[in-house]
């Protein structure tokens, strides 16, 4: 029933690295929301989780605090990242996650973190804004436990993950004590039985009077996933009192966006403000953003293509500002609102145009280039090679623009433009320049 040791440290580093990665650096898809919300869907399925509430203004925490009626308590900021509790808010208050003992505490913690940002191993510099404390009993465990499901490609459906070390990362885990993860490969057409979750429950290292409700647990977080259209479901640590209660501490709960259209009360608690404006403009017009840390603003279509034209830019010395792929059935007003994602980033200096015609036509694209150049007012070279299905048509579109619009035909030749391009822009920012391309 269960995976070779191998591979289960192998996906479990999968599973966490594909949760955790810099929201810059990975294509998503799936939703991400905050600890609170994933806590109040759990309730919602008989899953048992400390008592808490969310705050969203400092006496808002002292009067949960107060109603909690406990003088053991944690505020955690509500931050779309890992790595909370050892993070920096911009302020320099370190900590995202703090134990107290008084209403009076805890409104001075969550005036600390309210209306700050928080910088995390995984948020980048830029960090991200923390609008919301979470105000929860805080439980002492007998054990804890690591479990999570996901969606796994190689079992071609969905798998079960646990380890009997919880409340670490599951990284560390992976790499120091494999031996301690285990995989359970799921039928989705059958589901998580009573038998496995109960063999998954004595595995990890239940207590015997703690299997049942383990195996329960289990089997309510699978529903969830299933009914939910989880990409994730991962409860760290997942906890045994001492009086044998089994309790999730922590959530972190992924949907899939493909079913946005199904799960409309999942997909109306997505917090914008923890994710990147380009990205979400982006998404309005079906286009694939990613944003990077480079000054090349990229405009292609096809992510094989994207890739190819990221790597020649870097081969030539030049570094991608973003991925974007327009896809196959762009309009003009999209590939104008690509522009504007990609022009809307100060460290951009230069644009490549790299567009292979085939369902999606060159004169298209061109249509979208002008009008982005002619109503934004472009500051930046724009580089552009066409190829393929209406590529004459475009070509003599954009001559007859009157538009100066660098053409050329070789990629090659076209990325060493760009990237010249590019440096000769940030050496005149440096030195307070204004240049222009004649």
Known sequence: MFRSLRSASALAARTSMAARAPVQQQQKRFLNIHEYLSVELLRKYGINAPRGQVAKTPQEAFEIAKR???????????????????????????????????????????????????????TGAAGKPCNAVYICERKYARNEYYFAILMDRKAAGPVVVASSEGGVDIETVAKENPDAIVTMPVDIKVGLTSEQAKELAQRVGFSPVAVDKAAETFQNLYKLFIEKDATQVEINPLSE??????????????????????????????????????????????????????????????????????????????????????????????????????????????????????????????????????????????????????????????????????????????????????????????????????
């Open 68 to 122: 909690l009626g406990s003088d053991d308590l944690v505020i955690k900021a509500q931050v779309l990242a890992g790595g909370r509790g050892k993070g920096t808010f911009d302020s320099g208050y370190k900590g995202g996650v703090k134990t107290f003992s008084t209403p009076e505490e805890g409104r001075a913690l969550a005036e600390k973190m309210l209306g700050h940002k928080l910088i995390t191993k995984q």
């Open 241 to 438: 009192s001492s009086d044998h209660e089994v309790l999730c501490m922590d959530a972190k709960l992924n949907f899939d966006d493909n079913a946005d259209f199904r799960q409309k009360d999942v997909f109306s608690l997505r917090d914008f403000s923890q994710e990147d404006s380009r990205e979400t403009a982006a998404a309005k017009y079906n286009l694939n953003y990613i944003g990077l840390d480079g000054q090349i603003g990229c405009l292609v279509n096809g992510a094989g293509l994207a890739m190819a034209t990221m790597d020649i830019i870097q081969l030539h010395g030049g570094k991608p500002a973003n991925f974007l792929d327009v896809g196959g059935a762009a309009t003009p007003e999209a590939v104008k609102a690509a522009f504007e994602i990609i022009t809307s980033d100060p460290q951009v200096t230069s644009a490549f145009v790299n567009i292979f015609g085939g369902i999606m036509r060159c004169d298209i694209i061109a249509q979208g280039i002008i009008a982005a150049a002619k109503e934004l007012d472009l500051k930046i070279p724009l580089v552009v090679r066409l190829q393929g299905t209406k590529v004459e048509e475009a070509k003599k579109l954009i001559a007859e623009s009157g538009l100066k619009i660098f053409a050329n035909d070789d990629l090659d030749l076209a990325a060493q433009k760009v990237v010249k391009f590019s440096d000769i822009v940030k050496t005149a920012r440096d030195a307070d320049i204004n240049v222009t391309f004649n």
